[in-house]
């Protein structure tokens, strides 16, 4: 894996950690079943492992690839919780930056 493949993938985490924050707080303003506890739950540990995944790879920790394994399959999860909210710019942009978490973070895991 180059150190290009890394750093975007570092980016890919950074960004969807920082979309996923911003999701929470769009979510309890909405509320109903975007403030549910597993919604607000799964945001926040997205977040949560997205950023201990870029840590992990910037630090040049050989666990990075467990810790990205996990991210890939929590990214992806996330990003079907976001799609199934229905019709909403917010929801969409989460999805988004989860699936192409998910994607990088999975080609990081099997390296």
Partial sequence: MSDHNMNECIDNCIKCAVVCVETVKHCLTKGGQHASPEHIGLLQ???DICTVSANAMLRGI???KVTCGAC???????????????????????AEACRRCAESCAQMASM
């Fill in 62 to 64: 050989e666990g990075h």
């Fill in 45 to 47: 540990t997205c977040a």
């Fill in 72 to 94: 890939a399959e929590i990214c992806r999860q996330c990003a079907e919780a976001c799609e199934r909210m229905g019709d909403d710019e917010a929801m969409r942009r989460c």
